[in-house]
């Protein structure tokens, strides 16, 4: 019967320590109420998942994850006071680990940005990135609340954690000294003059305007022609202001070679044969511009060919019109569109920078 006993206290003993031992060191209990909350949120059950993730976080403070979703949740609900709320309190919690804190911040910079606080987002983003956030996606939002902000220098600033390429900080530099121009032409200069230094064809266009700018007129004309005609495709960005200039000052003969040159160069440049084709309509030169158009090698159905061949056509032959008319109901369907030659992006809306590579100047015609 002792040894009974005695075998009995001691299997009772192994158990004891067995259990303790595999409890040790895991939480008091399972955060059941966490991943409930998780699994609503994946469900799309918002506001279930508050309420459960609201539990874990009271059963267990430590559990910063559930808070902080708590107040993503509500941000997406269009809660954003709310969201700064929880996020804000956060943000200040002691002894938070560095990875925990980013996040949080990250989340506080996001609520900002719904409210349209840029100015608050973007002090949150820069305590970011002082915990230790290199990543990408801080660098490129603080980026994009810079240019919100119209903070050009800091923008470029921001940039240099962006592009490593050289050749793309410093377009970055003259997209930046672009929009600076109007405001601060000098300090606009200080990028243009990077850019040229570094052979960036958009700076030769920037410095073009920069001229204009300071009311140097004459080279401010000079300098747009000769980047015209050297780049081509600028003539969207740069014609209409060349031409402007060249017809106040009566220089006719001049502005018809410069449209010549350029479509010698870029015999499918739809902008200057457009501008070519108006002119000489204007001139009474008929003959001339239903010549350019019927050697023209543009495409047949494309909206650009047939704008232009209505023009020519509604001066001199009112029956190809009507030929034309299935073909411009076709198009009048299809949209221009510009791709990035960086990586791939399109859009109908023309800018100097691409918004999903940031690549500036990197923009065609498709
Ligand atoms: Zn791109």
Not at 237 to 263: A, C, N, P
Not at 311 to 334: F, H, Q
Request: proline fraction near 4%; charge should be positive.
């Amino acid at each position: 019967m002792i040894y009974f006993i005695i075998i009995l206290s001691v299997l009772f003993l192994a158990l004891l320590l067995i259990t303790f031992g595999r409890y040790r060191g895991t939480p008091k209990k399972l955060p059941k109420n966490y991943i409930k909350g998780l699994e609503l949120l994946s469900d799309g059950d918002r506001e279930k998942a508050i309420e459960y993730l609201n539990r874990a976080w009271k059963e267990d403070p430590e559990n910063i994850d559930a808070y902080l979703r708590v107040g993503d949740i509500l941000r997406e609900m269009g809660k954003a006071n709310s969201a700064i709320m929880i996020h804000r309190n956060l943000s200040v919690k002691p002894l938070i680990p560095r990875d925990k804190k980013i996040r949080v911040l990250k989340s506080l910079a996001e609520d900002y940005i719904v409210m349209k606080k840029y100015g608050e987002a973007t002090k949150v983003l820069i305590k970011s990135m002082h915990e230790g956030d290199e990543s990408q996606e801080t660098a490129r939002k603080l980026l994009w609340l810079f240019e919100m902000q119209e903070e050009w220098e800091k923008a470029y600033e921001t940039a240099r954690n962006i592009f490593t390429d050289r050749k793309k900080l410093y377009s970055y530099g003259v997209y930046a000294g672009m929009k600076l121009l109007k405001k601060d032409p000098d300090k606009a200069y200080h990028y243009i003059r990077q850019g040229l230094k570094a052979k960036i064809p958009l700076a030769k266009l920037a410095n073009a305007f920069y001229l204009l700018e300071k009311e140097d007129i004459n080279s401010g004309i000079k300098e747009l022609i000769d980047v015209l005609k050297e780049y081509p495709s600028y003539s969207d960005s740069g014609l209409d202001v060349l031409e402007k200039l060249m017809f106040d000052r009566g220089r006719f003969s001049e502005i018809e070679s410069v449209y010549r040159d350029i479509i010698e160069k870029d015999p499918m440049n739809i902008t200057a044969i457009n501008h070519y084709v108006d002119f000489l309509l204007k001139k009474g030169d008929k003959n001339k511009a239903l010549d350019l158009i019927t050697n023209l090698n543009l495409p047949d159905n494309h909206p650009d060919t047939l704008h232009l061949k209505l023009t020519v056509y509604a001066e001199t032959d009112i029956e190809r019109i009507k030929e034309l008319t299935p073909m411009l109901i076709r198009a009048c369907k299809s949209t221009q569109k510009y791709k990035c030659r960086e990586c791939g992006y399109e859009t109908e809306v023309f800018d100097w920078k691409c918004p999903n590579c940031l690549t500036v100047d990197s923009f065609v015609r498709v």
